[in-house]
């Protein structure tokens, strides 16, 4: 059965706190991706990679950065948490061609 | 601001009634998915559609692709319970920035009273 693990259900971090969001994927995807999900706003993309090494901003990357060392892995990071990035997180993987998203259960991340 | 719109944020029926979220996007798509996301849960995908026009159905669900690929539909016939939950459409193009991305609707959210 095919997998996205995220590495936290539940975080809470302090504001100014750096913040790992881990994700993994067992699909050999060459697609990741990290969305954040607010009520009334859907799902918004901070970053995708389509390769190794290869990273790209989405619509709304200010804040974080990501890392993809190795195809199976896709992390996001919160260099200085604020509280509004106090957030679910969901991570995804596709093959090529942007078709079928595999999610992630979800990080729920309060930052206070 | 939102690339995809979808319409309405919210519905509630009772059950049998049926059902119908509608997304429109300023851009023409290469493809078109939909989502379901059950409280508590995290997004599955239910289908994909491709060509201009293109119509698909899965038992009660009926899915629509517009003409111009800029629109799409989802349509439930007589609701049932098992239906609560938000439905996304998420529209694939060439967005700004030069590479093609999968952008979410802001989805409906679905209540059904028995």
């Known amino acids: 059965d095919v997998k996205v693990t995220q590495s936290s259900r539940y975080l809470v971090k302090r504001t100014g706190e750096k913040v790992f969001l881990e994700c993994v994927q067992d699909?050999?995807?060459?697609?990741m991706f990290w969305y954040r999900q607010d009520p009334g706003l859907g799902l918004r993309l901070i970053y995708f990679?389509?390769?190794?090494?290869?990273?790209e901003k989405g619509d709304i990357p200010e804040g974080y950065s990501v890392s993809r060392e190795k195809k199976e892995r896709f992390s996001l990071i919160l260099e200085s948490a604020s509280t509004n990035q106090t957030s679910m997180y969901l991570c995804?993987?596709?093959?090529?061609?942007?078709?079928?998203?595999?999610f992630g259960e979800g990080s729920r991340l309060t930052v206070l | 601001g939102q690339q995809v719109m979808q319409i309405p944020q919210y519905q509630h029926v009772q059950e049998g009634e049926d059902f119908t979220t509608y997304c429109n996007s300023s851009?023409?798509?290469?493809?078109i998915q939909w989502y379901k996301q059950r409280p508590g849960g995290h997004p599955v995908f239910l289908i994909q559609?491709?060509?201009?026009?293109e119509v698909k159905k899965q038992k009660r669900l009926t899915f629509q692709f517009g003409e111009a690929k800029k629109n799409s539909s989802l349509h439930i016939t007589a609701t049932q319970t098992t239906d609560v939950g938000t439905y996304f459409c998420?529209?694939?193009?060439?967005?700004?920035?030069?590479?093609?991305?999968?952008?979410f609707g802001a989805g409906t959210r679905l209540a059904v009273h028995p």
């Open positions: 851009t023409t798509l290469s493809n």
């Open positions: 699909m050999d995807h060459e697609n």
């Open positions: 995804a993987s596709s093959q090529p061609g942007l078709g079928e998203l595999f």
């Open positions: 559609l491709v060509k201009s026009g």
């Open positions: 990679s389509y390769d190794v090494k290869m990273k």
């Open positions: 998420a529209g694939a193009a060439l967005f700004s920035g030069g590479y093609n991305k999968l952008i």
